[in-house]
């Protein structure tokens, strides 16, 4: 690659930045995985919604299921899935490929982004597929900083995407689901930015400090 | 591939009229949602942004103003609203103010529009809600899962399959009874020109001309009992089971819509429904041979009407049933007391007041009775009566149906008047109403002759209904009426009519029902009508210019539905501790607590017109 496209690129996404976060796209997503290590867990399903805000669109959501013949380990007790889940389960490079089209320019939202994305890429570098995101913004990290600065102690617990909606006053959702938590997750999103910086009209740099 | 939406399935699933589509379109539906973070930063963009559309309240709070800012409801999770301009094609004026940041759903008019193609169910709500008649939806719902319901909810129409067997009234006797002979039938029609006249019987033959010794060529209208009690082809064999027990008749005529004679049911007819334990009961009462045995097969009652409420969907039929096995208690109690004390000396007229006049008792509700008596009876006949009351109330009682606090009783002689003393009283309370005094006439102006001489009630009651339209009267009674709250407040929220750690519940009764009964009361005073029912009273005050169709419609609805809704609630405490008009609004089904919002709406506006129409004089 050469240095002016690196330059172009580096400049095109500062421009973005400073942009105001309600002109950009979202992907608000959520992996159910084998287990809690990328390196020798797997990644099963995942779902994804698109954000326009405050807009989030049901006729954008995706769900797939990756894998045949996973290794189930904890994870039915975790995700309630089950052997048949899979039988509908479809090509993984079609669903990166996907992702990857989608995730083009748009922010990556998940709750706890540092380990969604650490099995993400594994996961697409395994069929040649690269995502290239914007930005990533965590909603759990935000939370954890919204609470330190008014100086609450964050009890065990109280980070849970569960604890964080409650605080928000936003609906309880029964199901863990790959796809329902995605959305619970934008849900978050969009209260915590709305709160944050729904009046001022603050670059999306604002919301990713 | 797409998700199934269980989360959002879930929700739709508790908000009608979505519960309403199939599987397929619920699902398909909710892939078309757009849900919208909703807050005081981006509201104003909401209707610009995105309508015409309907929206779908998930969480927060939002108040719907009109253009100038007058509040028109409080909307919250479930409540849906955009539908009027979805359906009318007019833009949106009304505004909307956050109250709690929350989510919406968007279904745009594409989308609502192929739904509505699609369901008929999910469009009649949709027209219903918006015509503000929601009342008018429970009927469907309401159809309890076991099923077939009872076979007393067939129409009559469907039982009498015979072409009517008539004789003109100039027939003679002896072709009268040829015609029942070659027919094999019990009784027969006497019509002259397509119109029912009268009806002859069995039981006429015997009494009226062998007994008597008439002639067998003169002509049946001379025998034959005129203007008999009719019932329609179109109600339902429960309505003629409680008119014969009321009226004490085994043969009822049934007519068409033009009024011409369709055919006879007879009480073989209704016994033919032998699972019905309406049929059941009212027929182990009548066999009952003493005091004893009549309060033994009382008993079965309660468990009897759980059943068959259960299987009802017509919950205004229970309350007409209640009243009727109480009628039938009452007159066997009468028939015992004759047994051992010899027939009553003079006319007399055993009086139902309250609910069981009114046709709408419940398995708590206590006894409202009375006598009427002629004038000038001596000091042993006035004992004969005095004794009867005693006999039958405590006999009542006996049976399950509690003795009424208030003394309302013809135990109590203070309810044993003569036409003359009744109005005596009926003056006294409509000159100078003191509150009870208008509490009490409430109950006393919805009478029924349980047994007794027609001639004397009909004169009683038509001498009370004159009273009865007293402007000044009307108008104590109205400024009365305009004291109950309805449990409505502020933004259009339930607010409880209870003290203290039940502050939470709604007392329909109280505070819906009677006031139902109130209100329509108001009216058939004020237009002199002697029916005491409050649906039959709302059908006759039709053609009135006070109460216009619209309201008196909503009336009937809100009373149907509360009537319901009180039988679902009574039925869920069964046999329990709670509160048996009182509930918690939280606890209802999303439709239910719309329609019971809607029921209250209609019963403040109604009420307001009660205010204006009669309040002012006085």
């Known amino acids: 690659m050469s240095i002016w496209l690196g330059l172009r690129r580096y400049w095109q996404r500062h421009r973005q930045l400073n942009q105001s976060w309600r002109a950009h796209r979202y992907i608000a997503l959520d992996l159910e995985t084998s287990g809690l290590d990328p390196k020798t867990d797997q990644v099963l399903a995942m779902g994804w919604v698109t954000i326009r805000p405050p807009v989030i669109d049901y006729r954008s959501a995706h769900y797939f299921v990756t894998q045949v013949n996973p290794e189930l380990k904890q994870s039915p007790v975790v995700h309630g899935m089950v052997q048949r889940d899979f039988e509908a389960a479809e090509a993984p490079q079609m669903a990166l490929a996907q992702l990857a089209r989608e995730l083009q320019g748009a922010v990556l939202i998940c709750h706890h982004v540092q380990f969604d994305w650490q099995f993400l890429q594994r996961f697409a570098k395994q069929y040649q597929v690269k995502l290239q995101p914007l930005a990533k913004f965590d909603t759990l990290t935000f939370e954890a900083q919204r609470l330190h600065q008014q100086q609450h102690h964050i009890a065990r617990g109280s980070l849970t995407l569960k604890a964080c909606r409650q605080r928000f006053h936003l609906p309880d959702y029964a199901a863990h689901h790959a796809f329902s938590d995605a959305v619970a997750c934008g849900e978050l999103f969009l209260a915590q930015a709305y709160q944050y910086a729904g009046s001022a009209d603050a670059p999306l740099k604002e919301l990713l400090k | 591939m797409q998700p199934d939406f269980a989360e959002l399935n879930r929700f739709l699933l508790d908000c009608p009229p979505f519960d309403q589509l199939s599987q397929e379109q619920r699902q398909w539906a909710a892939g078309q949602i757009k849900a919208v973070y909703l807050n005081e930063h981006n509201v104003d963009e909401l209707f610009r942004a995105h309508s015409p559309a309907l929206y779908i309240v998930r969480s927060g709070g939002f108040d719907l103003l009109t253009p100038d800012g007058a509040l028109i409801e409080r909307l919250e999770s479930h409540d849906l609203f955009g539908f009027p301009s979805l359906l009318t094609g007019r833009g949106v004026v009304n505004k909307l103010e956050v109250i709690e940041d929350g989510i919406v759903y968007i279904l745009s008019a594409d989308v609502f529009d192929q739904l509505r193609q699609h369901s008929r169910a999910f469009e009649h709500y949709f027209i219903r809600a918006h015509e503000q008649r929601l009342l008018s939806q429970?009927?469907?719902?309401?159809?309890?899962?076991?099923?077939?319901?009872?076979?007393?909810?067939?129409?009559?129409?469907?039982?009498?399959?015979?072409?009517?067997?008539?004789?003109?009234?100039?027939?003679?006797?002896?072709?009268?009874?040829?015609?029942?002979?070659?027919?094999?039938?019990?009784?027969?029609?006497?019509?002259?020109?397509?119109?029912?006249?009268?009806?002859?019987?069995?039981?006429?033959?015997?009494?009226?001309?062998?007994?008597?010794?008439?002639?067998?060529?003169?002509?049946?209208?001379?025998?034959?009992?005129?203007?008999?009690?009719?019932?329609?082809?179109?109600?339902?064999?429960?309505?003629?089971?409680?008119?014969?027990?009321?009226?004490?008749?085994?043969?009822?005529?049934?007519?068409?819509?033009?009024?011409?004679?369709?055919?006879?049911?007879?009480?073989?007819?209704?016994?033919?429904?032998?699972?019905?334990?309406?049929?059941?009961?009212?027929?182990?009462?009548?066999?009952?041979?003493?005091?004893?045995?009549?309060?033994?097969?009382?008993?079965?009652?309660?468990?009897?009407?759980?059943?068959?409420?259960?299987?009802?969907?017509?919950?205004?039929?229970?309350?007409?049933?209640?009243?009727?096995?109480?009628?039938?208690?009452?007159?066997?109690?009468?028939?015992?007391?004759?047994?051992?004390?010899?027939?009553?000396?003079?006319?007399?007229?055993?009086?139902?007041?309250?609910?069981?006049?009114?046709?709408?008792?419940?398995?708590?509700?206590?006894?409202?009775?009375?006598?009427?008596?002629?004038?000038?009876?001596?000091?042993?006949?006035?004992?004969?009566?005095?004794?009867?009351?005693?006999?039958?109330?405590?006999?009542?009682?006996?049976?399950?149906?509690?003795?009424?606090?208030?003394?309302?009783?013809?135990?109590?002689?203070?309810?044993?008047?003569?036409?003359?003393?009744?109005?005596?009283?009926?003056?006294?309370?409509?000159?100078?109403?003191?509150?009870?005094?208008?509490?009490?006439?409430?109950?006393?102006?919805?009478?029924?002759?349980?047994?007794?001489?027609?001639?004397?009630?009909?004169?009683?009651?038509?001498?009370?209904?004159?009273?009865?339209?007293?402007?000044?009267?009307?108008?104590?009674?109205?400024?009365?009426?305009?004291?109950?709250?309805?449990?409505?407040?502020?933004?259009?929220?339930?607010?409880?009519?209870?003290?203290?750690?039940?502050?939470?519940?709604?007392?329909?009764?109280?505070?819906?029902?009677?006031?139902?009964?109130?209100?329509?009361?108001?009216?058939?005073?004020?237009?002199?009508?002697?029916?005491?029912?409050?649906?039959?009273?709302?059908?006759?005050?039709?053609?009135?210019?006070?109460?216009?169709?619209?309201?008196?419609?909503?009336?009937?609805?809100?009373?149907?539905?509360?009537?319901?809704?009180?039988?679902?609630?009574?039925?869920?405490?069964?046999?329990?501790?709670?509160?048996?008009?009182?509930?918690?609004?939280?606890?209802?089904?999303?439709?239910?607590?719309?329609?019971?919002?809607?029921?209250?709406?209609?019963?403040?506006?109604?009420?307001?017109?009660?205010?204006?129409?009669?309040?002012?004089?006085?």
């Open chain 2, 138 to 618: 429970q009927g469907q719902r309401a159809a309890p899962a076991n099923a077939y319901g009872d076979s007393l909810q067939r129409l009559v129409s469907e039982v009498v399959t015979r072409t009517p067997i008539g004789l003109a009234s100039t027939a003679t006797i002896q072709e009268a009874a040829q015609c029942m002979r070659d027919e094999k039938i019990s009784s027969v029609l006497v019509v002259d020109d397509e119109r029912l006249v009268g009806i002859l019987t069995d039981r006429d033959l015997r009494n009226r001309v062998v007994a008597q010794g008439l002639d067998y060529g003169i002509h049946v209208n001379a025998v034959m009992t005129q203007a008999p009690a009719t019932i329609r082809g179109q109600q339902t064999l429960l309505d003629a089971l409680t008119l014969m027990t009321q009226e004490n008749i085994h043969h009822l005529p049934v007519l068409d819509e033009q009024d011409r004679p369709m055919g006879m049911l007879t009480n073989t007819d209704l016994m033919r429904q032998q699972k019905s334990e309406p049929v059941m009961l009212i027929s182990a009462l009548n066999k009952a041979q003493s005091r004893q045995a009549l309060v033994d097969e009382a008993q079965h009652i309660p468990d009897y009407m759980h059943s068959f409420a259960l299987r009802m969907n017509d919950a205004a039929a229970v309350g007409r049933l209640l009243a009727s096995l109480t009628d039938t208690m009452t007159r066997k109690l009468i028939d015992f007391y004759e047994r051992e004390h010899g027939v009553a000396p003079a006319a007399y007229v055993w009086l139902a007041f309250g609910s069981q006049g009114r046709e709408d008792q419940t398995l708590s509700s206590d006894q409202d009775n009375g006598l009427l008596l002629v004038n000038d009876l001596n000091e042993q006949q006035l004992a004969w009566f005095a004794s009867l009351g005693d006999y039958v109330c405590e006999g009542l009682a006996d049976c399950g149906v509690p003795k009424c606090p208030g003394n309302i009783m013809a135990s109590n002689p203070d309810c044993r008047r003569t036409r003359a003393g009744w109005l005596e009283r009926f003056t006294s309370w409509t000159e100078s109403p003191t509150p009870k005094a208008l509490m009490y006439c409430q109950i006393f102006f919805d009478s029924r002759n349980v047994q007794g001489n027609k001639r004397l009630y009909q004169a009683y009651r038509e001498d009370v209904a004159r009273l009865g339209q007293s402007e000044f009267f009307l108008g104590n009674l109205a400024r009365l009426q305009a004291n109950v709250q309805v449990p409505l407040g502020l933004f259009n929220r339930f607010r409880g009519t209870e003290s203290g750690k039940d502050s939470d519940l709604v007392d329909i009764k109280r505070h819906g029902l009677a006031l139902i009964n109130d209100i329509v009361r108001l009216y058939s005073l004020h237009a002199g009508l002697t029916e005491p029912r409050t649906l039959a009273r709302l059908h006759l005050l039709e053609a009135s210019k006070l109460l216009n169709r619209k309201d008196n419609q909503a009336l009937a609805e809100a009373w149907q539905f509360l009537t319901q809704l009180r039988l679902q609630h009574q039925l869920a405490v069964w046999g329990t501790e709670q509160p048996k008009n009182a509930l918690d609004p939280d606890d209802l089904s999303t439709l239910s607590r719309r329609q019971l919002k809607s029921a209250f709406r209609i019963l403040k506006d109604c009420q307001q017109g009660v205010s204006l129409k009669f309040g002012r004089t006085g």
